[in-house]
């Protein structure tokens, strides 16, 4: 090791003396490139005249012999920085230099940041407001850097130019915009202070960074420190992902005077090319003394506790309406109907129980799912609905209670006649059992709030939501004469109860084609065969003593329906020959597809989600939005989570969503930010936002 360091300390000094000696004999003023040591360098003005007082940019670019590689600011175990010694009239500044991203250069063990490709360093000038008109400004620039292969050669070239000062608007230099163009991605940005922080942890630094654009597959992220000798270069960063927050662990240097360092700057640079974010971000950050892991104090888009109760309170209540719900809750409001002759005190109580057991019930899902994320499971809202065994225990349960609607037979303690407030608390369980396909608005916000949180967070906003959903039958009980609105008990409601079986029904053949999906059409044969000698079972308990005709009447029936069945899912669908052409998700493809000009729309959905498959018929199948679609060259991309896909719940969660369906467009002009449509959407909203961000810039 100590021969190493001698080695570059060597390396360095020779460096210096090359420099010193070489640098006497400057190259002449010129404005033309300068090729010198094996590397072509040229200063591009961005405009061809000046105004006062007006903020220009100025650009030296780089371009090295193949093999040879330059330096970057902090050059790292050896190098020397290219650099620029400007000569102005008075009043002139130089307020940035903005460096383009580099690599690491590896030598034997020595590590270097650099470039071996053409760069574009970049220099902010600021102009004084006392220049006129007739003024002509000359502007001098000394050049040198360094190029280096198995050998480093000096190179120096002066620049020298002359501006004339206008009152109109001064004309772009057309040779700076195409070097800017093709160089901008390798420019950082200024990420949002709060995004970022960092820590000192002992023998490292950790940087949490909560990005605003979220960059599916990321793999790797490298620091580059602006000052030197306070990190180990040769050590390889420790990087993590969770719910969409970077973590970047870096060993720190033995050399590094911990007791002087207070911020950490510099940049990290992304080992995968791709938007959301495609550039590197600058560190500007002051640090933080902790031995707090990594989610200790995590990042998160809702601005406070407060506001994920209400969105999850919201959604509660939205979820009454939703289709696996509102056949469950509808029963519940005939009951209340019959009981309210027992008196008001009884029916608050079967209210409290309601609410008691949809509480209740919502701590154990978010139980669960804190349980499966810490054993390291990425999951999220509906995520039973990807076991097949799950579809199998709501078909049989759904199909049971259709059966009881329809009088097949009846259950004295039966989920759906309230004769007790135990019967009451178990309604409230069986209504946020099938309540767990479906996403209301509000409620993927309120979700994705506490995918960084402790877990106390998550129980508060599952106790809201819970109690958003209760509320409803709560207030009808607490104020029966709302009641009154409802017609008095008769015929009408056995009718009812028969009309909400097949209801029941349908949710069963919903749940068949879900389980299609998943395991295929045999399944779903086995599943409607159980579903057959269950039913049958049901029948005999109920007319064993009607005879035997009345058996074989509903063998055959239930024949019939099995055989359509069969045909229903051993027919693949007709793919549209002018729908939307939707390719499914890959997250190399992804990142492929947003280095295009092509806008790219990402719709995230699964086969349980009812509100998923809603939106797909009444917006996706509209030949309006479809046609929208073709005519801008949308590519839409499918990110089906009927089973569970870690790849795909990994973007969920940088997303900062935890549930589905949620929408993503991204522009035609990769410039621009990405947009997040609502959870229920109608081909109106779709049309607006493909006109507002798909369009031409």
């Not at 991605?185 to 960092?198: G, K, L, R, S, T």
């Not at 225990?393 to 097949?408: E, I, P, T, Y």
Request: with cysteine.
């Amino acid at each position: 090791m100590n021969f190493f360091k001698r080695n570059r300390i060597t390396r360095l000094i020779a460096c210096m003396i090359v420099l010193l000696g070489l640098g006497v004999s400057p190259a002449p003023a010129q404005t033309e490139p300068v090729r010198q040591a094996n590397t072509e360098v040229e200063l591009i003005p961005q405009f061809l005249s000046l105004a006062r007082g007006q903020e220009f940019w100025v650009g030296v670019r780089f371009t090295p012999d193949p093999g040879w590689h330059t330096y970057w600011r902090n050059p790292g175990d050896s190098g020397l920085p290219s650099s620029v010694d400007w000569q102005f009239p008075p009043g002139f500044t130089v307020e940035e230099v903005v460096w383009p991203r580099p690599h690491r250069i590896l030598a034997g063990p020595l590590v270097t940041f650099g470039y071996d490709s053409e760069t574009f360093l970049l220099f902010r000038i600021r102009s004084p407001t006392d220049v006129f008109p007739t003024d002509e400004v000359p502007l001098t620039a000394g050049v040198k850097w360094l190029t280096c292969q198995e050998i480093c050669i000096p190179g120096t070239a002066n620049f020298s130019w002359t501006l004339a000062v206008s009152d109109a608007n001064p004309a772009p230099n057309p040779r700076f915009l195409e070097y800017h163009k093709k160089h901008r991605d390798q420019y950082p940005f200024h990420e949002d202070v709060n995004a970022i922080q960092a820590y000192d942890r002992g023998p490292v630094w950790e940087i949490v960074y909560k990005p605003s654009q979220f960059v599916p597959g990321m793999e790797q992220v490298q620091f580059y420190p602006y000052e030197a000798d306070i990190v180990d270069y040769q050590a390889v960063h420790e990087f993590t992902v969770r719910d969409g927050v970077y973590s970047v662990r870096i060993k720190k240097a033995e050399t590094a005077d911990e007791g002087s360092i207070r911020r950490l700057e510099g940049l990290l640079v992304f080992d995968k090319e791709g938007y959301p974010p495609l550039r590197p971000v600058r560190i500007d950050v002051a640090l933080e003394k902790s031995e707090m892991e990594f989610g200790s104090r995590p990042i998160t888009g809702l601005s406070s506790l407060w506001g994920a109760m209400v969105f999850a309170f919201i959604g509660g209540l939205i979820l009454n309406l939703m289709p696996c719900v509102l056949p469950v809750l509808s029963i519940k409001v005939l009951s209340l109907v019959e009981k309210s002759k027992h008196g008001d005190d009884k029916i608050f109580g079967s209210g409290v129980m309601f609410t008691f057991g949809v509480v209740v019930s919502f701590w154990i899902l978010a139980g669960v799912m804190l349980g499966l994320r810490f054993a390291g499971q990425q999951i999220g809202w509906g995520f039973q609905f990807q076991s097949p065994y799950f579809i199998v225990f709501m078909a049989v349960l759904f199909f049971c209670l259709a059966l009881n609607l329809f009088g097949l037979f009846e259950i004295g303690t039966g989920l759906t006649r309230v004769k007790a407030s135990d019967n009451s608390f178990m309604n409230g369980v069986l209504a946020t059992i099938v309540a767990t396909p479906c996403t209301a608005p509000f409620m993927g916000s309120a979700i994705g709030y506490v995918l960084t949180k402790p877990p106390v967070y998550t129980v508060i906003v599952f106790t809201a939501l819970g109690f958003g959903m209760a509320a409803p039958y709560l207030l009808l009980t607490k104020y029966p004469r709302f009641l009154r609105a409802v017609p008095k008990p008769g015929p009408w409601m056995a009718h009812l109860k028969q009309f909400l079986g097949f209801v029941l029904m349908a949710v069963v053949v919903w749940l068949c084609w879900v389980l299609s999906l998943q395991n295929g059409a045999l399944s779903v044969i086995l599943l409607m065969g159980g579903l057959l000698i269950l039913g049958l079972g049901c029948w005999v308990y109920a007319v064993s003593r009607k005879g035997p005709l009345m058996l074989i009447v509903a063998a055959l029936i239930s024949l019939a329906g099995l055989y359509t069945g069969y045909l229903a899912a051993a027919t693949p669908e007709a793919a549209a020959e002018e729908g939307i052409v939707w390719e499914p998700y890959d997250e190399e493809k992804l990142l492929a597809y947003l280095k295009t000009d092509r806008p790219v729309f990402l719709d995230f959905t699964a086969a349980w989600c009812l509100s998923c498959q809603v939106n797909d018929r009444t917006v996706f199948q509209d030949k309006r939005v479809a046609a929208r679609f073709r005519e801008l060259d949308v590519i839409a991309v499918k990110a089906d989570w009927t089973n569970h896909d870690p790849k795909i719940t990994r973007a969920v969660n940088g997303y900062g969503k935890n549930s589905i369906p949620f929408y993503v467009l991204y522009p035609r002009d990769k410039v621009k930010e990405y947009m997040m449509l609502p959870e229920l959407i109608t081909p109106g909203i779709v049309l607006n936002a493909l006109d507002k961000y798909a369009v031409d810039p």
